[in-house]
Nanobody
Framework: QLQLVESGGGLVQPGGSLRLSCAAS????????MGWYRQAPGKQRELVAS???????NYADSAKGRFTISRDNAKNLLYLQMNNLKPEDTGVYYC?????????WGQGTQVTVSS
């Protein structure tokens, strides 16, 4: 079993930055892949960025050059550094983990980009 808890969301002006964190209850070293997904109002949940233990991450086109995903296995944490935020980045951001063929989701954290 794995539990994921996101934090770090909030209201930010366009051009601003936020860092999201996802705390995992368990040893994420054995997790195959972790990622961040976003669900905007009225839209389907979509991938923002993900990474395995061995790669540097892959990103949605909308996130490339602005967002950085990273993980700290020693602290069981996953991060998403978001820079130069745009209004279209608004949504609920979810942490997801894949372990032994099962998917785990966090409860989400709201990010609102507005002036």
């Amino acid at each position: 079993q794995l539990q994921l808890v996101e934090s770090g969301g909030g209201l930010v002006q366009p051009g601003g930055s936020l860092r999201l964190s996802c705390a995992a209850s368990g040893n994420i070293f054995s997790v195959d892949r972790m990622g961040w997904y976003r669900q905007a109002p009225g839209k389907q949940r979509e991938l923002v960025a993900s990474m395995s233990k061995d790669d540097s991450g892959n990103y949605a086109d909308s996130a490339k050059g602005r967002f950085t995903i990273s993980r700290d296995n020693a602290k069981n944490l996953l991060y998403l550094q978001m820079n130069n935020l745009k209004p279209e980045d608004t949504g609920v951001y979810y942490c997801r983990a894949t372990m032994t063929g099962r998917l785990y989701w966090g409860q989400g954290t709201q990010v609102t980009v507005s002036s």
